[in-house]
């Protein structure tokens, strides 16, 4: 199990781990892109900044190869990933496959 996908809390929203190193070029250019889907997919997701350096052991146990890495899990499962720089296209067809519109009611 994934201790950091608890991080949705009692919302049950999936979480998105942004894995990135502070001095990773690409980590650089990809935050502000993450704070963008931070903001707009906030009914759909809880996003979660890990500094790879700082704890390690995250991404072992996400098995992050690359990064940056996006990371979506839910329920201590991994539902998918991208890692190295990703575009806005690439996160919002991420999010899309694994999580549903919110309702609008």
């Known amino acids: 199990m994934i201790a950091a996908s608890s991080a949705g809390g009692a919302t049950g929203l999936p979480t998105l781990l942004f894995v990135r190193k502070r001095q990773c070029g690409a980590s650089r250019k990809m935050e502000s892109l993450v704070a963008w889907v931070k ?3 906030k009914r759909r997701i809880r ?3 890990v500094d790879a350096d700082r ?3 995250v991404a ?3 098995h992050v190869t690359s990064v940056p890495a996006l990371v979506l899990v839910r329920g201590g499962r991994v539902l998918g990933r991208l890692e ?3 575009t806005g296209r690439q996160i919002d067809e991420l999010i899309n496959e694994h999580v549903p519109q919110p ?3």
Request: net charge negative; hydrophobic share 20%.
């Open 103 to 105: 309702d609008d009611s």
């Open 39 to 41: 903001v707009t997919q």
């Open 60 to 62: 072992s146990t996400l």
């Open 47 to 49: 996003v979660i900044d």
């Open 84 to 86: 190295g720089r990703s």
């Open 55 to 57: 704890h390690p052991e």
